[in-house]
């Protein structure tokens, strides 16, 4: 079994920045990709970033781009960098882990946290 942990949401202010972070325990897989995914009010769970096993691949939903930075800072730990935050990337901030290659559908990730809440006021 492997328990997945997210840190770092909070309340800010429209153009701050905020730092997130996954942290994996228990069994280890060998390579395993990570995942970020937000679920507003009222709305479904939505892909956010994803990075694979050693960091060298990312992907990002569009409306992040340029302001998200996911990074594997190693085998069990991700953190998701977000800068210049809007009141659309208020939500709760779900991380989660499959083994094998980077996926960007919720459906194809195993393991998921409880999530940690991001509010950003306008």
């Known amino acids: 079994q492997v328990q997945v942990v997210e840190s770092g949401g909070g309340l800010v202010r429209a153009g701050d920045s905020l730092s997130l972070s996954c942290t994996l325990s228990g069994r280890a897989f060998v390579r395993s990709a990570m995942g970020w995914f937000r679920q507003a009010p009222g709305k479904e769970r939505d892909f956010v970033a994803a990075?694979?096993?050693?960091?060298?691949?990312t992907h990002y939903e569009e409306s992040v781009k340029g302001r998200f930075t996911l990074s594997r800072d190693n085998a069990a730990r991700s953190t998701l960098q977000m800068n210049s935050l809007k009141p659309d990337d208020t939500g709760v901030y779900y991380c989660?882990?499959?083994?094998?290659?980077?996926?960007?559908?919720?459906?194809?990730?195993?393991?998921w946290g409880q999530g940690t809440q991001v509010t950003v006021s306008s």
């Open positions: 990075i694979n096993y050693n960091g060298g691949i």
């Open positions: 989660a882990v499959r083994a094998g290659i980077i996926e960007n559908d919720s459906r194809s990730y195993d393991y």
